[in-house]
């Protein structure tokens, strides 16, 4: 089986500030890890995903997340905070063997921007 | 061209009554799935498709029935329809079933059942 717990359901951070989204996992097989984006009333985007190569990914709009096994953890971040940032930020992870459990979402962190 | 897309994008109808959500992507994908979002922003997955072969069916009321006429169509219908069955309902669509591709997604059907 396998979970995600995001630490955290809401996150309020300064413009030009450090963002730092917390994500862990629990898998019983080497995992496959997500972090999507959702602003209001739309559906969710793929910020970046881990796929056993790199630890440390890079993905859109100067975010980035590290894998770290020994801490079971897939921290989001980014070094400078924008207002255009404030969304619902969801950590997912899978077993990539096609089982039956398919993609596993945390229950999000809202991220607040505050001028 | 929009990669995922779900019609209606709002739906509101009374108790009891049937209603559909239909989508389509025009990605190639193989693999399709329903999601429902509740009040909380909490995703679940309801269905998941590879292929037209249903492969996911979570712990769903019998209520709700997923058809795939093709790969690039997942529709989802749902009967007699409970005041629980309000939230936001999400298509998406990966390249491969397994997890290791990522999902794209619609934007989302907000039914609200009055």
């Known amino acids: 089986a396998q979970s995600v717990t995001q630490l955290g359901s809401h996150v309020s951070v300064s413009e030009g500030a450090l963002v730092l989204l917390r994500c862990n996992y629990s898998?019983?097989?080497?995992?496959?890890l997500f972090w999507y984006v959702q602003y209001p009333n739309q559906g969710l985007q793929l910020l970046l995903k881990y796929t056993s190569a790199a630890t440390l990914v890079k993905g859109i709009n100067g975010f980035e997340a590290e894998f770290k096994k020994s801490e079971t953890s897939f921290h989001l971040t980014k070094p400078s905070a924008h207002m255009s940032d404030a969304a619902e930020y969801f950590c997912a992870v899978s077993q990539g063997g096609g089982g039956a459990d398919g993609l596993t979402f945390g229950k999000g962190t809202h991220l607040i921007i505050q001028p | 061209d929009t990669a995922v897309s779900q019609t209606p994008k709002y739906l509101v109808t009374q108790m009891g009554n049937d209603k559909s959500i239909k989508c389509e992507q025009n990605l190639g994908h193989d693999t399709m799935y329903w999601y429902k979002q509740d009040s909380k922003k909490f995703l679940k997955i309801m269905f998941s498709y590879n292929n037209k072969e249903l492969i996911i069916n979570e712990t769903v009321p019998n209520r709700f029935s997923p058809k795939s006429p093709d790969k690039a169509h997942l529709n989802l219908h749902i009967n007699s329809l409970e005041l629980g069955d309000s939230a936001v309902y999400f298509c998406?669509?990966?390249?491969?079933?397994?997890?290791?591709?990522?999902?794209?997604f619609g934007n989302g059907t907000r039914l609200t059942v009055t």
């Open positions: 998406a669509s990966s390249q491969d079933w397994g997890g290791r591709s990522p999902l794209h």
């Open positions: 898998s019983s097989v080497p995992p496959y």
